[in-house]
């Protein structure tokens, strides 16, 4: 799998990797302020602005497996140093999950993370996906709060999908990409 992936590839798949892991350890406590007292758990609400940086890896590289192989390698950071909310070995689950979302919609629907529609779609797919796997695995919301939370995710991946067509629209502006 690593043969697909050039050198800067993979330099800017672990980049991507990373700052996604960062801004959950920012951006999570303080959502979680407002989250807390709705009943949605946090990660749910913040997910998009974390999950943009898969779609991020997915369209910087052009390469299928791109936002999968960022969400492993969270996975593996996780696990190993604590950092964004372990839960130990169930990380590979949870973490890896939406980045596979994200490569099977943009497989599906033949794009590359090239447009807007493509990324607000893979950033949606990607929280809910995530979002569910946790709730699958640790908190089994009862029906109403988990639509309530699934309706938060979908929320904030869309702002995530859009954060992320600006963000690629500045870097192709100022030359750097």
Do not use: E
């Not at 050039?6 to 406590?29: E, F, Q, R, Y």
């Not at 943009?106 to 797919?125: V, W």
Request: hydrophobic residues 60%; contains cysteine; proline residues 4%.
């Amino acid at each position: 799998m690593l043969k697909r992936f050039s050198v800067k590839d993979l330099v800017l798949i672990a980049a991507m990797a990373a700052l996604g892991l960062a801004i959950k350890a920012i951006i999570t406590p303080l959502i979680q302020l407002a989250s807390a007292p709705l009943f949605i758990p946090g990660g749910s609400l913040a997910g998009g602005l974390y999950m943009m940086w898969l779609a991020m890896a997915a369209s910087l590289t052009g390469k299928r497996g791109a936002a999968t192989f960022a969400a492993l390698v969270q996975a593996i950071l996780v696990i190993l140093t604590g950092i964004g909310g372990s839960h130990g070995i169930l990380s590979l689950i949870s973490y890896t999950l939406p980045g596979l979302a994200i490569d099977l919609w943009l497989l599906i629907s033949r794009h590359r993370a090239c447009c807007l529609p493509c990324i607000f779609i893979s950033c949606i797919l990607a929280n809910l996906c995530g979002t569910m796997a946790v709730n699958m695995i640790f908190f089994s919301l009862p029906l109403i709060p988990l639509l309530l939370t699934l309706t938060a995710a979908a929320l904030s991946g869309g702002v995530g999908g859009v954060l992320t067509w600006n963000l690629l629209k500045a870097l192709r502006k100022y030359g750097a990409i």
